[in-house]
């Protein structure tokens, strides 16, 4: 008698996924397997829930299958598909750059609030990787301009792509550059914005194991996590404008330290704004009396 060939239906491949993901320690199994399994069959989740039993052709269950060992051994799911959702936009991401996140949107939204009535300003965003801040930021102010600056080629060639697919490429220059080394003095920013390394180097190793995959040289902020803080503000007003205002994504517990840094650079309007969580996560700083200090002085908690 011939073997009956196991069918493998939406519904039961998920199944198998979810049991499957979880004794590998997945932290979300159930939504990866269908974040994967949708883009394998291009349907929206709704779409999966409403064809369950749809079975799956040989060529879907073999490009399931590559992801899903992919996903198993903890490779996160944008580098698997390349690709990561950040405020309405979707975002090429390469082992090159970090993972846009959720809490880094917060920094982008609160920048656009400050800048929407300000016309033509220019925005330099130090540590660019996939170009997610300014990219979008470009996007949503149509009068500004940026420059997006990253020690990584790879990062950098990205953050261009990306501005080709949001089609602000002609507002937007890139610079592979150690922080300020390669950026002309010259240029006077009134925007200066970094999401820079901030995990202590002590602390690497004992990361997610899905974040051990990002480039280390994004994650390592030195003994304390500040280090590429102090540099930032220690150069600072080479490049900025004296109206101008820095805004900084930051590591957990760095609320006060990075508001200190930025008080003994001359900014002494500053705001510290939590995230999703309650964790502080975003530093705002000007100089008192300017338009963007007042600005700054007005920012509420959701």
């Given at each position: 008698?011939?073997?009956?060939?196991?069918v493998?239906?939406?519904?039961?491949?998920l199944q198998w996924?979810?049991?499957?993901?979880?004794?590998?320690?997945v932290?979300?199994?159930?939504?990866?397997?269908?974040v994967l399994?949708?883009?394998?069959?291009?349907k929206s989740?709704?779409?999966?829930?409403?064809n369950?039993?749809?079975?799956?052709?040989e060529?879907?269950l073999?490009?399931?299958?590559?992801?899903?060992?992919?996903r198993?051994?903890?490779?996160?799911?944008a580098y698997?598909?390349?690709?990561?959702?950040?405020?309405?936009?979707?975002?090429?991401v390469?082992?090159?750059?970090?993972?846009?996140?959720p809490?880094?949107e917060l920094?982008?939204?609160q920048?656009?609030?400050?800048?929407?009535d300000?016309?033509?300003?220019?925005?330099?965003?130090?540590g660019?990787?996939s170009g997610?801040?300014?990219?979008?930021?470009?996007?949503?102010?149509?009068e500004?301009?940026?420059?997006?600056?990253d020690?990584?080629?790879?990062?950098?060639?990205?953050?261009?792509?990306?501005?080709?697919s949001?089609?602000?490429e002609?507002?937007?220059?890139?610079?592979?550059?150690?922080?300020?080394?390669?950026v002309?003095?010259?240029s006077?920013?009134?925007?200066?914005?970094?999401?820079?390394?901030?995990?202590?180097?002590?602390?690497?190793d004992?990361?997610?194991?899905?974040v051990r995959l990002?480039?280390?040289?994004?994650?390592d902020?030195?003994?304390d996590g500040?280090?590429?803080?102090?540099?930032?503000?220690k150069?600072l007003?080479?490049?900025?404008?004296?109206?101008?205002?820095?805004?900084?994504?930051?590591g957990?517990?760095?609320?006060?330290?990075?508001?200190?840094?930025?008080?003994?650079?001359?900014?002494?309007?500053?705001?510290?704004?939590?995230?999703?969580g309650?964790?502080d996560?975003?530093?705002?700083?000007?100089?008192g009396g300017?338009?963007?200090?007042n600005?700054?002085?007005?920012i509420?908690?959701?």
């Amino acid at each position: 008698m011939q073997e009956q060939k196991t069918v493998w239906t939406i519904l039961k491949i998920l199944q198998w996924t979810q049991q499957y993901f979880s004794s590998k320690g997945v932290e979300n199994p159930r939504l990866d397997a269908e974040v994967l399994l949708c883009a394998v069959l291009d349907k929206s989740r709704i779409q999966l829930y409403t064809n369950f039993d749809e079975p799956l052709e040989e060529a879907e269950l073999k490009q399931y299958r590559g992801y899903v060992a992919r996903r198993a051994a903890r490779e996160p799911v944008a580098y698997i598909l390349g690709h990561k959702g950040f405020l309405r936009y979707d975002f090429k991401v390469t082992r090159d750059t970090l993972i846009p996140r959720p809490e880094t949107e917060l920094l982008a939204e609160q920048l656009v609030n400050l800048n929407k009535d300000r016309g033509a300003v220019r925005i330099l965003d130090l540590g660019c990787g996939s170009g997610a801040i300014i990219d979008s930021l470009l996007a949503e102010l149509p009068e500004a301009r940026g420059m997006g600056v990253d020690i990584s080629p790879g990062a950098v060639a990205v953050t261009q792509e990306n501005a080709r697919s949001l089609g602000v490429e002609e507002r937007l220059e890139t610079l592979v550059s150690d922080l300020y080394d390669k950026v002309p003095r010259k240029s006077k920013f009134q925007v200066l914005v970094s999401n820079p390394p901030y995990i202590p180097a002590g602390d690497l190793d004992g990361l997610q194991a899905e974040v051990r995959l990002e480039p280390r040289g994004a994650l390592d902020g030195g003994r304390d996590g500040l280090a590429f803080y102090r540099r930032i503000l220690k150069g600072l007003w080479d490049y900025l404008d004296t109206e101008g205002m820095a805004a900084f994504e930051i590591g957990q517990g760095q609320g006060e330290a990075v508001a200190q840094l930025c008080r003994e650079a001359g900014l002494d309007c500053v705001k510290v704004r939590k995230d999703y969580g309650d964790i502080d996560r975003m530093v705002f700083a000007a100089k008192g009396g300017t338009g963007y200090g007042n600005a700054i002085l007005e920012i509420k908690e959701r």
